[in-house]
């Protein structure tokens, strides 16, 4: 981290590029075409706004359309999605047939927003596509996966799920086994994607396309380079930092206890000079993310929250209304973090250091998106410096300070902490918690397991734990007592030689 002196102020507005891409057309076109793609694809992409190739799709359209797998690493909003989008839909145009493409990616907000780049794109095909994800009616998705979509996409859990309880569909037939966000959905932590991917890819033949994308391939490389084994393609964009340049990257030093009066202090200001900014704020936890969108409310900021604990409908209408704006301020756990593309979004500010680089890449690339400046601050505790020093060696970049006056934080102070207690308390009434454990339960249950057994399985694990440290701590205690006795007796051997040697010098 480095100190910047002065206020800083947030960037200037992107600037339109209107004319430019009226005279680029015909250059466009014709870049797309020279990747392999059909004319009428071209165009298409043209229409949708696809001014020209990114690098990504540049690199990976090609090898892909040769029929090889492909891995590819490029910074956030470059461009991956029409990177795999394209190649599937010309391949799917030369002989369609149903289910020809599967996606895999790990939220299910961002399973809808795949989708709808192969619907616009897909349009002059007739494309036929499928959601499958969790917190939606089952038996409608079997119905639809029953019709032969020509793509689906999916988050793991639900389409293992289906794989798991109905004949009615069959993968045997896939040509494209795309992953979006593929370390994610290897990664092994607290939403573990391991034993569904299991069941999916004893699906899928071996005989197919892979298709691995993600800002952070290169971290799990190796285990994903087993997925994907005929003749894979490589292809990471060349660059130093990993974040991209449009992007202003601030950190902001605040006492834990004062967090929430500079965070209410930033989105004034943002929204007293820009009022058609859009905001994300990252919260560490489902219930920071519900007191914080109470008390910002409690303030008459247009917040809304989004995280996993919200029924599915309430999520989707979450980021509805704040995709069209309706809700200026999106405050989301990680459930946010990853591919979504909201070209509104100036500023993302994280509420939490991220504890992993990669989740903050991930976090702060929700903007400056497509060539847009953005500006992502990171309210940074002491206890946090270190996460920071870890952020800067992964991005290859210095965070610079974002200052703020000092005293208007002060003069808010009491007021912000007295309204956060108070929402805490109406959280509390709410059984905030209680629902939790109701929430786990029941994905427990949708997993085939029984709560009641897993807690007690849970138990006696606690408990063999426990027993296991007892033991280890009796044992180190018994090796300690033996060895100081050891000593013990080498000392008073020692002491009787000396005396021997005393009582004959004597003599
Ligand atoms: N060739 C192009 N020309 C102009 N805009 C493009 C082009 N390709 C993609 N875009 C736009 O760039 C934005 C970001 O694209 P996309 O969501 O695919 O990024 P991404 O690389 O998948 O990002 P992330 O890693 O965050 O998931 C989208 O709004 C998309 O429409």
Redesign the pocket.
Known sequence: MRRAGGRTRPPARPVTRGRKRRVQTGT?MAE?RALGLAPWLAEQ?RQ???????P??AACIPPVLQGRDCLGC??????????FVLPVLQVLSEDPYGIFCLVLTPTRE?AY?IAE?FRVLGKPLGLKDCVVVGGLDMVAQALELSRKPHVVIATPGRLADHLRSSNTFSLKKLKFLVL??ADRLLEQGCADFTADLEVILEAVPARRQTLL???TLTDTLNELKGLAANRPFFWEAVSEVRTVDELDQRYLLVPEAVKDAYLVHLIQTFQDEHEDWSIIIFTKTCKDCQVLNMMLRKYNFPSIALHSMMKQRQRFAALAKFKSSIFKILIATDVAA????I?TVQVVINHNTPGLPKIYI?RV??TA???RKGIAITLVTQYDIHLVHAIEEEIKLKLQEFSVEERFVLDILTQVNVTRRECEIELEGMDFDEKKEINKRKQMILEGKDPDLEAKRKAELAKIKKKNKQCREKVQQTLQKKKQLQLKRKLQKKMERRNKLHAKEEK
């Open positions: 466009a797309f992409a949708v706004g696809l001014n020209r190739p990114t990504v799709q490029a910074k956030t909003g470059s461009g991956k999605t029409a990177a961002l927003q780049q979006d966000e994308f993600s800002a990853r591919g979504l593309d070209p991930h690339g929700r998106r497509a060539g």
